[in-house]
Nanobody, 117 residues
Framework: QVRLVESGGGLVQAGGSLTLSCTAS????????MGWYRQAPGKERELVAS???????TYADSVKGRFTISRGGADNTLYLQMNNLKPDDTAVYYC???????????WGQGTQVTVSS
């Protein structure tokens, strides 16, 4: 019912920036919450940032002040602007959305972000 396509990952030096994009398509167009998660090798998947339909945003402590989550005004595109990247930010980043109904999670395929020191 929802297809998520991510883009924008890549290799960057520490201190650099990347912008991830996630475009949602399908039969559901309204989402209660949209967010970005990441999973580093050997670690559990963790929430990086989320944006609720009210416009409220939340961030993991490790990325506050460096990452910004936003949504495209006219479409179902979610962005993650990542500045001052650190090697610890290296992970596969996943887009996640949760509609109002059904209350289920949809995931993208993931995009690799690698930060070299």
């Amino acid at each position: 019912q929802v297809r998520l396509v991510e883009s924008g990952g890549g290799l960057v030096q520490a201190g650099g920036s990347l912008t991830l994009s996630c475009t949602a398509s399908g039969s559901i167009f309204e989402f209660n919450v949209m967010g970005w998660y990441r999973q580093a090798p050997g670690k559990e998947r963790e929430l990086v940032a989320s944006r609720f339909s009210t416009g409220v945003t939340t961030y993991a402590d490790s990325v506050k002040g460096r990452f910004t989550i936003s949504r495209g005004g006219a479409d179902n595109t979610l962005y993650l602007q990542m500045n001052n990247l650190k090697p610890d930010d290296t992970a596969v980043y996943y887009c996640n959305v949760r509609p109002f109904r059904p209350v289920v999670d949809y995931w993208g395929q993931g995009t690799q972000v690698t930060v070299s020191s």
